[in-house]
């Protein structure tokens, strides 16, 4: 038996402290919150009897880790598989945009020759598996080549541009772009009573299974004394364990094992990713009558956020009081204005916009809003990025690390999360 810190309680930490307990090991995990659940957790008013996420989320069909874990825990019938309604803007107006099929049929794309060239190269990449051969091109480069420049700009490049910035789409490889078409699913998943509730419940079992979960507990620093000996955690005090599992950003890892070699750690480093800034708006009515969950809004189109998205229209009213939940985000870098910006600027600076959406929509319609900001939220997987994934074993013996920037080629996601915490948890116990 083995004495296990793991930093961190959201899904990959949860889902690798769950094996390592169910093998027999001494598991306690530090959580610098306090809650549970990480980026995917989910906030709740008196009168809600679900909560809802701090980030837009939900579950694509395709993610098997997460599922798999779900039946174990015995609560597949918790899981709840709508078909909320995506679309795209295209001059002034939205148009449905969840499948190829429906992309087809997409105005923007024109007629003739556009239509087959973005319907032969998305059956293609649904159908490959070979997403190596692509990374070694960008998604501009590839999809201009082979999908042409005006399906690209049209279809793409506004996902591109919105995911990432202006600095870093032209540098994304095609291997992300491969890897969003393979897993997207038009039915998406969500957890009776929100994500929120999926997280305390998995941290109940945990504590069942006599795993310690310290809330409002951050660590300070990691580090290991001699060779062979123990790994020690600084928190309010300084414990020993065999072995410790970071699940914090890359940026976050540098500053806590200062004693990491310089080439792990300048591989840290030179990864990159994109912060995220979401406001929830609650509102008294419906803002899309049309019943749309997703809108999709290029940055040209002078929206001042990438995505609109009708919680409500997704999962009923009645589990919210009867508001009605409307998110506007953005994925933004973490110098931009709007990580400085109040909630009260902010709010100013996205409530003209409302109106596009439903000509109706006056100021008194909101109720309440929240701001939720990170400065961690999308990993930016620049050409033959493969090459340039830290292992999960670090260089300190006995410091393993998981994170959203190595579950590539797939992109972040809780289905990654959880089977990355538990392909960490396996290369800590196969580790003597
Ligand atoms: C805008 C947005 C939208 C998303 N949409 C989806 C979606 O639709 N579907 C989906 O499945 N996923 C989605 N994701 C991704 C998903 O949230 C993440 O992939 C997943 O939650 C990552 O889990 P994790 O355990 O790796 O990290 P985290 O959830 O970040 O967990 C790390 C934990 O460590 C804690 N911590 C930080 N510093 C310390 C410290 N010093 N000491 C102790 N604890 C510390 C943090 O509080 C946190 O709880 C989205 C993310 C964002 C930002």
């Known amino acids: 038996m083995k004495k296990i810190a793991i ?43 679900w909560s809802v996420e701090k980030f837009y989320h939900h579950w694509f069909a395709s993610d098997k880790h997460m599922l798999a874990l779900i039946k174990e825990l015995g609560w597949e019938d918790k899981v709840l598989f709508p078909r909320p309604y995506t679309v795209m803007y295209h001059a002034g107006k939205f148009y449905p945009f969840d499948s190829i099929l429906k992309a087809l049929l997409f105005p923007g794309l024109g007629f003739g020759i556009h239509k087959i060239r973005f319907g032969l190269v998305g059956m293609y990449l649904r159908l490959t598996n070979n997403w190596k051969a692509l990374e070694k091109y960008t998604v501009d480069e590839w999809l201009r080549k082979w999908a042409g420049d005006k399906v690209y700009e049209m279809m793409w490049q506004p996902l591109v541009i919105g995911k990432f910035g ?47 979960i310290r809330l409002q507990t951050p660590v300070t620093r990691i580090w290991r004394e001699q060779d062979t000996g123990p790994v020690s955690v600084e928190c309010e005090r300084i414990e020993r364990y065999d072995k410790v599992l970071i699940t914090l950003a890359p940026e976050a890892m540098t500053r806590l094992v200062p004693s990491l070699p310089g080439e792990y750690l300048r591989g840290l480093r030179n990864l990159k990713s994109m912060g995220a800034v979401v406001m929830t708006l609650a509102l008294k009515h419906q803002l899309s009558e049309d019943g749309y969950y997703w809108y999709n809004l290029p940055k040209s189109a002078g929206y001042p956020f990438l995505a609109l998205v009708e919680h409500t ?56 809003t929240w701001l939720f900001r990170t400065a961690y939220a999308q990993p930016v997987p620049l050409r033959q990025h493969s090459q340039n994934i830290p292992p999960i074993q670090t260089p300190v013996e006995g410091v393993y690390f998981a994170s959203m920037s190595q579950v590539y080629p797939w992109d972040r996601g809780t289905n990654f999360a959880a089977e990355i915490g538990r392909r960490a948890a396996r290369e800590m116990m196969e580790k003597n």
């Open 313 to 368: 229209n997704y999962v009923s009213p009645q589990h919210f009081g009867g508001n009605h939940i409307v998110y506007v985000g953005d994925y933004l870098e973490p110098e931009h204005e709007f990580f400085r910006l109040s909630q009260e600027q902010l709010l100013e600076r996205f409530l003209p916009a409302l109106k596009k959406f439903n000509p109706k929509f006056e100021r008194d319609w909101v109720r309440k």
């Open 166 to 212: 202006e600095r870093y789409y032209k540098q994304v490889n095609m291997a992300w772009m491969w890897a969003r078409l393979k897993a997207r699913t038009t039915r998406l998943g969500t957890f009776e009573g929100g994500f929120q509730n999926f997280a305390d419940r998995f941290a109940e079992i945990l504590r069942e299974q006599r795993v310690e």
């Open 7 to 49: 930093i961190g309680a959201g899904f990959s930490g949860m889902a690798a402290a769950y094996d390592l307990r169910k093998a027999g090991h001494e598991v306690t995990i530090y959580e610098s919150a306090d809650y549970v659940g990480g980026l995917a957790s989910g906030f709740k008013e008196p009168n809600w009897d």
